[in-house]
């Protein structure tokens, strides 16, 4: 059963525009909430994460949300910039579990 | 520190034959984890160790599928005997406790 679910395939935006990637799970017990990029041929690389007791956290471009009573956290990336193009993971953990995954978001920019 | 390393990166066998996969994890890190990347499923988990006990397998999809770890710095997964529907793509992933895991490359796998 999909604890972690991304239910956008794919997503297409215009370079220096705004891109947000959307993630929704439904355990109420995961309290680390992480994002990741994967290239082609890649494994995939760690972006930003929160922490349950947070709902905003701030990296440079990219801006991770958590909203804890609608079980959903989403990543955005301003501006969005043709390098941003990859597969766009989001994953859960609680204490002494394993991260557990979506399907993924595949992000295009272009120019 | 080079990361995590898995080897070999790609792999090609027949069906029926018997398949390891091998996983070098960051030195210091005590968690590691093996997931296989397919489309229909994207990043599944398969199995956990923390201090090479293994912690989590219920997402080893049957008796066909092994893995061990026996010391901090390796682990193997194994696949025997291996079937067709075992390709994709095999991660494996270390981390020091809490937070984020770091990924290797990846094994390609394919069984014709």
């Known amino acids: 059963d999909q604890q972690v679910k991304q239910n956008s395939p794919s997503l297409s935006v215009q370079e220096g525009r705004i891109s947000i990637l959307n993630c929704d799970y439904t355990?109420?017990?995961?309290?680390?909430f992480l994002w990741y990029k994967k290239y082609p041929a890649e494994g995939p690389t760690f972006l930003i994460s929160?922490?349950?007791?947070?709902d905003k956290n701030e990296d440079g471009r990219f801006t991770v949300f958590l909203n804890k009573s609608a079980k959903h956290l989403s990543l955005h990336i301003v501006p969005s910039q043709p390098g941003d193009s990859a597969v766009y993971f989001c994953?859960?953990?609680?204490?002494?579990?394993?991260?557990?995954f979506g399907k993924g978001t595949s992000l295009l920019v272009t120019p | 520190d080079a990361g995590v390393i898995q080897s070999p990166r790609h792999e090609v066998t027949e069906m029926g034959q018997e398949v390891t996969l091998r996983c070098k994890p960051i030195?210091?890190?005590?968690?590691l984890f093996w997931y296989r990347q397919t489309m229909m499923r994207g990043l599944e988990l398969l199995i956990y160790?923390?201090?090479?006990?293994?912690?989590?397998d219920s997402g080893m999809p049957e008796d066909r599928f092994s893995a061990k770890m026996p010391n901090a710095s390796f682990s193997t997964l194994k696949i025997q005997p291996s079937e067709p529907r075992d390709s994709a793509v095999y991660f494996c992933?270390?981390?020091?406790?809490?937070?984020?895991?770091?990924f290797g490359q990846g094994t390609r796998l394919t069984v014709v």
């Open positions: 160790f923390n201090n090479n006990v293994p912690i989590d």
């Open positions: 992933a270390s981390s020091p406790g809490r937070g984020e895991a770091f």
């Open positions: 355990n109420s017990m995961f309290d680390y």
């Open positions: 030195s210091g890190h005590n968690s």
């Open positions: 994953a859960a953990s609680r204490t002494g579990y394993a991260l557990n």
């Open positions: 929160i922490s349950s007791i947070k």
